[in-house]
């Protein structure tokens, strides 16, 4: 079901440099343009402290009538008050504007430092100079994706194209890591374009669905983003009737797919890490004990040190379980670290440590496995190791 | 009202090396001891996976006849099952025989590396050696203090006397830090020493009361320990009736002033911490907000390296506040960093970066006001910053 990386039907994309970051290599203002009025579904930050850029969109999603978003990196639009909020307006009017539609047919994601007013000057010339550019090559689809990039030292690209009654119906999804350094705060933001035809309450229910088990299972360091925002834009330009039913499900299957694929990518691509670790909690009452467990284990600073130091510490695993909230019999609890069981029904098992250490030195991708007797539920979180190379790029920026 | 160190009337105290810790530099079993049945109250560690001393300890306390705590660090008797239970057991039986008391008259604490059988041998002989070493000599305290260290760079006592009602009544302090290396597990232990008459049950209370402010409002990483306990031993030496009304007032007032002396010293003391930092939250509904919000603040990764870089990173102060889940005006936040105010009303007020940044460098402490106008509910919590040194510590162990 994978796809050559290519645009959906009647969308255009490119990525441009107007000078938000210094650095002119750096291309820091994207547009993505459908042809048409494409349905519009968003999931957003829960944090209340949320950047202006949100807020317009929260209020034009679900919507059926968007035909471009605005994106810049380099500044977040975030904690800046009124004017940023009008700010954020104005940047839509002009994406708007230079691709001949009406104000209220954009949607704007910023993401960069917290705090600072953005300039307007270079969000206007960015907005023409990328309307000027677009284009639907692969060449138009990376320059969008690296528009979007602050610390990222890749650009985060995931397409399907699968048939559904006799159509061939395309997704392309975009996604910018929680790549943080000096000044910059961790900010998730993806968009997945597609010409399959949605009606918005569809297109909300489905990003909604899709994201849950995927960008919602990831986390770098737990700090959530003022910014956090993932987006589908459906144009129906492959034609036919709204999905429903058995077709919906087909996509709903490829989105999910897409979201998993660009999700990974962000730990994938942390700071300073040196292991994407995956955590598969078993044997919960329910998916959100699942979850809450998987969260506690996979933001503790002693699991992620520890898999840093190629240390087979199980204790640090259990213990942060322990503390998670979400009782469970301590006897019920076993563990495995990339295939190694290093405790079993609440006692420690003999191991190969040495074995268990390589293990975890040698391999980029860690696999915990940790399972309960509580019930069938289960989840799968994504997380990097702790390392001292985070730990510089994040405290050395000094003003 | 601070007092020299000295122990209150009918304790005596020692500490001494058993081999425990392969460093026979460093003391690893110490004992308390009361020459009466003493109050004891206790409050514990809420991870649901404890380890068998907490369980021993819980089981007896409050209660009202204990003669003798013993205490072990460099193995946390913790995750080992039944055979860890019976151990624990045994090792309060060794120590009571040792001074002459009955099996159940004794409490256990231990502290270290996580999911190893303790060496019983290595703990009888220690428990005889220590009992022949009691004393009340400050040489004792220190020993004492000492044998619960892990990798804490200073050992901890606080001492208090106060006069009620004719009587001098004193309170000693003993605290071990939320210091990580290698295998071990973040462990905070404590025990307070008094000869004032309480009730077990008054004695239980102010316990609570006390740590309530001060144990549970520090965090180095988050990450709740295994073993985490605190002991109230009140031995009534000083004579007269169970304190109670405003004698009891006066004796709640000194026993807080002990626990927040013991446990600022623990992130003071924090791995690879170069900065003590104390948050202030106020203007909240209610005071469990506060620690919500705090507790968001502290545990932050991106807060902590910010400080750890002297960099006044407002941006990520407040929006950690903003994903803690308790509701708020974000126009109502204002931000203070050492007295500098950076963040007003939920807007960026100009302030002079470099001024505020050396503020942060040059000090050691630093101070962190951040303001709600939700209500007049506040807490001071005391954290560390997170260096690359920390990471080093937790990581650079390998099997």
Known sequence: MNASIALPAGFRAAGVHCGIKRDTDKLDLSLLVSDRGAV?????????????????????????????????????????????????????????????????????????????????????????????????????????????????????????????????????????????????????????????????????????????????????????????????????????????NAELEQFQHALHEICAELAKAIPADGEGATHLVTLDVTGCKTREDARVIAKAVCESALVKTAIAGADPNWGRIVSAAGYAGIPFQPEGVSLWVNDIQLYKNGAPVPFDKPVASRSIRENRDTRILLTFSEGDARIRFWTTDLTAEYVRLNADYTT
């Open 40 to 244: 519009a579904a968003g999931v957003y930050t829960t944090n209340l402290v949320f950047a202006a850029p949100v807020g317009l969109d929260r209020a034009r999603t679900p919507g059926s009538d968007i035909r471009v978003v605005v994106i810049n990196s380099g500044n977040a639009n975030a904690c800046t008050g009124p004017k940023g909020d009008a700010d954020a307006k104005e940047m839509a009017r002009l994406a708007a504007e230079a691709i001949g539609a009406k104000a209220e047919q954009a949607l704007v994601l910023s993401t960069g430092v917290i705090g600072f007013y953005i300039p307007m000057e270079n969000v206007a010339a960015g907005v023409q100079a990328a309307a000027k550019k677009l284009g639907d090559s692969e060449d138009h689809i990376v320059g969008a994706a690296r528009g979007m990039l602050t610390t990222d030292t890749v650009h985060k690209v995931a397409a399907r194209s699968i048939q559904i009654g006799g159509r061939t119906i395309r997704l392309l999804g975009f996604a910018k890591g929680a790549a943080m350094i000096g000044p910059r705060m961790a900010t998730m933001l993806g968009a997945v374009l597609t010409d399959a035809p949605l009606t918005p309450d569809v297109a909300q229910a489905a990003l909604r669905n899709a994201t849950e088990d995927t960008f919602n299972c990831i986390t770098i360091d737990g700090h959530m983003s003022t910014n956090d925002t993932v987006l589908l834009l459906a144009n129906g330009a492959a034609g036919g009737s709204p999905l429903a």
